[in-house]
């Protein structure tokens, strides 16, 4: 243990001696210092002393007036007053000044313990007051603690009343220290409905003794603006460890649970754009694509107005699809994206900056158009998209919203990625549809050129060309003038979709009415309102009758020459596209090659015609040189060549085969060409050496027409109408239907006209005679099948 430090305060030195020495018989181990005087004793303060001992009364000064200094000094230093005399009531003031103890100087034996005591007193006091220090510095580290963490903590009583809050909870309640809420209850700083819950959950806690963990609560700041805090309660016990209040530890998660709204948001609109983009990738219809969009667009995203348009290439922004459907804006918008005034519609700036163009208020945003409008049908934000493909805009997304705030930054960035998830499937479809629509034209431009090779039929033709025309250029009517080179006139030649045929007695000078136009000028002639045109239309009046509106003439040119004139009607306004206006000229050009065909077939056809008539009027001429050289058979070949037609005709033999069949009649007797006059001409009988020369002429016959490719077909009658059903005929001796059909049909007409005509060795043969004489040579001579035939023929 230290040395003690004593100070004596006595005037008299002995008596100064007779206190140390009861401090050492008291076992004390000490250094002392004696003074007498205030200014010494001051000065022996600092640092302080362990123990002081004080006479009450001194010449210069007091023990009252040095407990005044140490105590004032803020000093706790025991004080124990010896004194020769003092009254109670002196002692008493004593202790009340703060003096630890008192003695008589008649009675030191009491000093050892006094000291003792005053030294023990010292030392709980020490303790107390460093206990109370470390309390203090305890409760000021819980309170800087719990005043610098951000959740809102507070400690109450069973009553919900308030013990103890950190300063961000007070702050929160809008208090301006955490003391101010101590002694008040939940319901003076709450709306009581919220009391009430605060309430209920406090019991819950006191009652069950159970912490009540990360419960989510809806709460309101003290402007009432609504917030969202995750509570923590907890059973407060005291000393006894009995259930005295809660402490409660709430958390602000507004921005998590907005966080977590946003993302749920967010993951819903991921949805919604998977699902669209699922469903968009299942059609390859544009109409059908466009509805899906709009559609989605309302009932995925919210909007409440939405429609798509495709952009034309007149500047115009066609309606492809709206939802609601019924909604009556979209179809009164006549929208442009052309930098015109009618450009300047929120659709039309979209397009020409390929961007989207946000109107967030639609009461004061300068560029809005049909204000009123909009703000009648209850709009108060809208939006334009642009459908873009390759840096090309194609089309555009036009939503409406009834909300002040539907367009946030989130929002439009989804709807940019819905809008070119549309952009995608919108261009897939129509690239598909383009190349359906090209199959189509090719199918169609097929069916052309099958019926321009399978038929020579102009009008077949042209039947199958309109039908295309009017199938894949979607027209109402189509007609077709042809071009007369030699009257240098239009005239109607077919047309289709017309209710009445006033027209189909129509000729047209080159360059009367626009059909006239287009073949002077050899180009397309477009007119978009035949209304506005009367004057230039020649049959205007029938065609306002039919109820036209557009209309397109293209002339019908083939190998630089104008064949004639197609023209394609509509009962409605329509705008040619490239595209259509390529196919309209294919299916022209095909039309003309029809036409340019048939010309060239009809022009080959009578050349044709006069080339058989020539051949058939040398063949006569043959024919009659043959009868007159041989004036007994005058008349013969023309007579049995009629018999033998007919008989052909009677058995079937087809019209194809009859025009050798003739021809080969006329010239049946050609071979005789080659047979002297001496035998041929004589009035008699021929010798067997005549008969010779005279059998010999079927062989003429072959050699003169063999060579000749266009008579090969009429040989058989010629070469072999001699040859017999026996075989006993000449030049071969050919039998039954060895001899070709034609030569057995001709061998019974031509003895029944040699039979039934005079000569100048015999008269004529009545007809039953004759038909006797074949009847009895059936089956040696003729062919009795064809015998049957010409027997039972009138």
Known sequence: ???????????????????IAELRRGGFSFDWHRVDNERDFAAHLTPPPDLILADFNMPQFTG???????????????????????????????????????????????????????????????????????????????????????????????????????????????????????GKTVRDVYPSDLAAQYIADDQVVLKTKQSMLNQESRTVDRSGNALWHLVNKIPLRNGTGEIA??????????????????????????????????????????????????????????????WI???????????????????????????????????????????????????????????????????????????????VSRDNPFGVLVLYSDQADFFTPARIAFLRALSNQAAAALQNARLFEDAERRLRQLHALRQIDMAITGSLDLRVTLNVILDQVTTHLKADAANVFLFDPHTQTLGFAINRGFRSK???????????????????????????????????????PQLAAEGFVSYVAVPLLSKGQVKGVLEVLHRTGVSPTPDWLAFLEALAGQAAIAIDNANLFDNLERLNTDLV??????????????????????????????????????????????????????????????????????????????????RRHPTYAYELLAPIGHLRGALDIPYCHHEKWDGTGYPRGLRGEQIPLAARIFAVPDVYDALTSARPYRPAWTTDRALAYIRENAETHFDPRIVEVFSNHD
Request: hydrophobic letters at 40%; proline letters at 4%.
């Open 1 to 19: 243990m230290d040395r003690l430090q004593v100070l004596v305060l006595e005037d008299r030195a002995a008596d100064a001696e007779l206190m």
């Open 64 to 182: 009252v007036r040095a407990l005044q200094i140490v105590r004032g000094r803020g000093l706790d230093i025991p004080f124990i007053i010896v004194s020769g005399s003092i009254g109670e009531d002196v002692a008493v003031r004593a202790l009340q000044e703060g003096a630890d103890d008192y003695l008589l100087k008649d009675r030191l034996t009491r000093l050892g313990a006094a000291a003792s005591q005053a030294l023990e007193a010292k030392r709980l006091r020490d303790k107390k007051r460093q206990t109370e220090d470390e309390l203090t510095r305890e409760r000021s580290l819980l309170r800087t603690m719990i005043d610098t963490l951000p959740d809102f903590i507070s400690v109450k009583d069973r009553d919900s009343r308030f013990l103890l809050v950190n300063r961000a909870y007070a702050e929160f309640l809008g208090q301006n220290a955490p003391d101010d809420l101590t």
């Open 245 to 306: 209040g809660v402490v409660s530890i709430a958390r602000d998660i507004t921005a998590h649970k907005h966080a977590e709204e946003q993302i749920a948001h967010q993951l819903e609109t991921l949805t919604a754009l998977y699902s669209t983009a699922q469903k968009l990738a299942q059609s390859l219809n544009v109409d059908e694509l466009a509805r899906d969009t709009v559609e989605r667009s309302v009932r995925e995203f919210g909007a409440r107005l939405a």
């Open 309 to 387: 348009g495709r952009v034309e290439p007149d500047g115009a922004i066609r309606l492809l699809g709206q939802w609601p459907p019924e909604h009556p804006y979209p179809a009164t918008i006549i929208g442009q994206w052309g930098d015109s005034p009618e450009g300047q519609v929120t659709s039309g700036r979209s397009v020409r900056s390929s961007d989207a163009v946000v109107i967030q208020d639609v009461a004061t945003d300068p560029g809005v158009v049909r204000r009123e409008t909009l703000l009648e049908l209850g709009f108060k934000q809208l939006a334009a998209f642009p459908l």
């Open 502 to 540: 006033v027209l189909q007695t129509a000729t047209l000078r080159l360059g009367e009415g626009h059909a006239g136009r287009a073949a002077l000028e050899r180009q397309i002639v477009t007119v978009r309102n035949l209304a506005g045109e009367p004057g230039k239309v020649t049959y205007a």
């Open 613 to 694: 008539m020539a051949y058939d009027a040398t063949i006569e001429g043959w024919s009659r040189a043959l009868d007159l050289r041989d004036r007994e058979t005058e008349g013969h070949s023309q007579r049995v060549t009629d018999l033998t037609l007919r008989l052909a005709r009677t058995m079937g033999i087809p019209e194809t085969d009859l025009v050798h069949i003739r021809r080969g009649a006329l010239l049946h007797d050609i071979g005789k060409m080659g047979i002297p006059d001496a035998i041929l001409l004589k009035p008699g009988p021929l010798s067997d050496e005549e008969w010779q020369v005279m």
